[in-house]
């Protein structure tokens, strides 16, 4: 079984950072790209930011410039550095790990992480 945990998320005032994580364990052979997502009440759930293995990062239009993926591939975790926080980026993030198991190679999806930005 795979298992992902994110944690970081909460109440922010606009202009705020925070830093989200995301660690996976289980019976993992290999890991590919790894990322965020995150989704709005009422919106479709759209792409926040990835990063492949060999660390080339994507991001969506809307936190280029603010927001920053890394991943510690020693500790099996991917991370996402919010800055200049905005209430349109209030939603709920999840991450999204391709791996590979005993069972094959897919995409895993954590939990998911309230994130508020309020004043």
């Not at 996976?24 to 990835?50: K, N, T």
């Not at 890394?70 to 905005?86: E, G, H, P, W």
Request: proline content about 3%.
């Amino acid at each position: 079984q795979v298992q992902l945990v994110e944690s970081g998320g909460g109440l922010v005032q606009p202009g705020g950072s925070l830093r989200l994580s995301c660690a996976a364990s289980g019976s993992i052979f290999s890991f590919g790209d790894m990322g965020w997502y995150r989704q709005a009440p009422g919106m479709q759930r759209e792409l926040v930011a990835r990063i492949t293995r060999d660390g080339t990062t994507y991001y969506g239009d809307s936190v280029k410039g603010r927001f920053t993926i890394s991943r510690d591939n020693a500790k099996n975790t991917v991370y996402l550095q919010m800055n200049s926080l905005k209430p349109e980026d209030t939603a709920v993030y999840y991450c999204n790990v391709a791996l590979r198991t005993l069972t094959g190679y897919r995409e895993h999806w954590g939990q998911g992480t309230l994130v508020t930005v309020s004043s």
